[in-house]
């Protein structure tokens, strides 16, 4: 089913989602876009690259409230939080974003390791991909192409979208997709030219070139092992390094979270927050021992993490090339160049 | 206008030669990055590396955040526009390098830009200088004859707001942070080891990214700043989200301008305001 509505009134859509249930969507601040949960449908705005944090956040929030607690002199008295699980609409997700979702699921919904708060809200949200705007220039800093992922690709998105001129183009394309997009009434069925247009964006789509590496990542994963004794390699691209968590924090496939105990005067909260290997304190044991205090030792982490240990472990690279990392380093580390180089040693 | 083609030939010149000569071990300059517009900060370690180096309106970085990454002693010569120059001279004061180990590769230079805006970057975000206060060898020629503004010019909007719209300006702020420490990381002031933020024992903050923890995190950091931030503007350039730290230093420092009558980074026989106990010190503080 193709459905459209013209973009002008998308707040119309927006507003039919809301009453449905939480709505996050793509809204403009300062530095760029975010997604956000909105409250004001005027706010959703689809004029926009990409946002500059991924939407991970949707299931993976930087903070996640685990259990409440009331520290008492003889007993403490704890209440678990739960995950509210009201239907989620993620609205406007890039095809490279969709993907990464994939890749996060073998860390919280896979046999073994189902993290419920993951879990839950992946069932309860309904994930709106968007291909690239194909008539914008794509942004130096992406190299999605080399994951095998294409602008216009509607995997993993449960109802895709196109932007034709003045109008966005539906497509159901799971069956609760389907079912999600007969009930929005402020859309109207799509005209033949319409289909035809859908189907050429998806053809298009992977003529919409970003950088490319000729990745085969079992080449990479290898190549890495390799040279993660070549010290000289590692502290020449890391000397510019600030050892932050802007790449991280900012990486739709980074999952690594602290627990911690926050607690004021006896009351407190027992939460998750998102944290970075790029940390100096990451690996810090209770010891006082620190077997990574080199800033070049934590950069070989990240990347050999995506690049090499994941692909051995999982069979994927842990990376959708997103560009987001390089768009958001202060010093502008640019992760795809970093793998290039080390393929030349 | 700065011809800054001429300087990055200045400062391939001068690094081959002090390479060269064994004057030093290492060179702080900018190298190229992913493309033209996105310069890396750069060490350059042999005559070999000298081929990387650039100079463009958009190498910002200021190097001297990488000083105390190398061994006490280490000879490094350091590429320094104005505001770097004043954090080698701050450093100094801190006795957390000395000049003797030092050359300083100044460049004069008017006209450098933010990648992501493109806007000219000048006293709004940074102390607005254009030469170097402190270096060994000038490699352009310097500026002169530019409408001087003050850097603190930026603070009357900020400044007109009542405590209560101030206030709440800023906590609209820190909710914005994500904790990346990004802001403290590019800060060529922010040296400690660790960070107090990053204590378990006693916890300082929350980890949380929310409040109260970004306000303790902001707040402390903007004070454990206070006659040491030389406006060099890094901290809010780095920041993903655009906060606008350099409004909270640029306020804090004119603070201890008035109170104190030195000026951070200004001059490597001064003491670092806060630790050096003058009979004619404001009192205001304690008011
Ligand atoms: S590593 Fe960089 S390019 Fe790859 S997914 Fe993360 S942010 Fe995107
Ligand atoms: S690569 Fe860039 S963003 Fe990542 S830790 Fe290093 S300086 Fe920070
Ligand atoms: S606080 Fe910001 S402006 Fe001040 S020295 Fe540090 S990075 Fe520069
Ligand atoms: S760089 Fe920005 S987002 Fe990151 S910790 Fe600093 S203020 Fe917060």
Redesign the interface.
Known sequence: MLKKTAIEKISQLAAVLMEKGTLLAPVK???GH?FAEINDPQKVDLNFYNT??SPKGAFFP??EDFIKYKIGKTITEAEQIKVDSKPVFLFGVRPCDVKSFSIMDIHFNAAGIIDPYWSQRRKATTIFGYAYDLNQPVD??DFYNSLGIYAADPEGSDIFMVKKDKDLLLKGITPKGEELLAQLNTLVDAGKDDEKYYEETLKKGKEYKTRFLCIDQDVIAKKLEAVFNNNDFWTKVS??C?????CT??CPNCYCF?I?D?TIFGKGTR?R??D?CM???FTLEASGHNPRTQ?YQRLRQKINHKYSYHVKKYGVISCVGCGRC?R?C?????I??IVEEALKL | MTDFKKIEENLKKEAKRLLESGEVTVVLAY?K???E???????AKSVADVDNIVFNEYCN?NMA??LV?YPQGTKIAIAVKAADSRAVIQLIQEEKIKKENLVLLGIPVIGMKNP?TDEVIDSKTTCGMHNPVLYDVLLGEEVHGQKIVSPYDVLAEYEAMDKDARWQFWKDQFD?C?????C???CPMCYC??CFI?QNKPKWA?????SP?NIMYHLTRFHHLAGRCIDCG?CS??????IPLYLFHKKVAKECEEMFNQVSGMSIEDKPVLVNFRVEDSDKILE
Not at chain 1, 242 to 246: I, N, T
Not at chain 2, 237 to 242: E, G, I, L, Q
């Open positions: 601040e300062v530095a975010n500059i944090i930087p903070k130096a800093a000397s510019a600030l050892s932050c968590g802007a924090f900012v602290d911690c926050d939460r927050v998102w970075a940390f100096t304190d800033v390089t958001s202060p010093v502008n580390i640019d795809y160049s | 190298g990055g992913f493309d517009k996105h310069p890396m900060p750069f060490a970085y955040r990488y990454r992501k914005k994500i904790r990346c420490y990004a403290r990381k590019a080891d660790p990053d929350d980890k949380a990214p929310q923890g890094e350039r780095a920041c993903p989200v655009d």
